[in-house]
Nanobody, 118 residues
Framework: QVQLVESGGGLVQAGGSLRLSCVAS????????MGWYRQAPGKQRELVAD???????TYADSVKGRFSISRDNTKNTVYLQMNSLKPEDTAVYYC????????????WGQGTQVTVSS
């Protein structure tokens, strides 16, 4: 089992910034993908950004140029720097860790609320 603990959510005005952190309970230095998803009320959970252990990064089109994902394998942590926040970024943000080794291993954090006021 792997536990993921998110922090850094909160209330911010439009145009502001927040930094989310997610700490894993085990080493993330092996082959895996860590990422951030979000779910707004009444909507499906969607990928925001993810980063593979080889450094490949994927961003949702809606956050390109505003959000930046990074990881620190020495701290078992992934970060999401969110700048120029918009009200439509309001959602619960979830950390995800997954890898495939014979089968898919897939873990989620408990989520952290991000609210952007206009």
């Amino acid at each position: 089992q792997v536990q993921l603990v998110e922090s850094g959510g909160g209330l911010v005005q439009a145009g502001g910034s927040l930094r989310l952190s997610c700490v894993a309970s085990r080493s993330i230095s092996t082959i895996n993908v860590m990422g951030w998803y979000r779910q707004a009320p009444g909507k499906q959970r969607e990928l925001v950004a993810d980063i593979a252990s080889d450094g490949r990064i994927t961003y949702a089109d809606s956050v390109k140029g505003r959000f930046s994902i990074s990881r620190d394998n020495t701290k078992n942590t992934v970060y999401l720097q969110m700048n120029s926040l918009k009200p439509e970024d309001t959602a619960v943000y979830y950390c995800n860790l997954h890898w495939a080794l014979g089968r898919l291993y897939n873990y989620w954090g408990q989520g952290t609320q991000v609210t952007v006021s206009s």
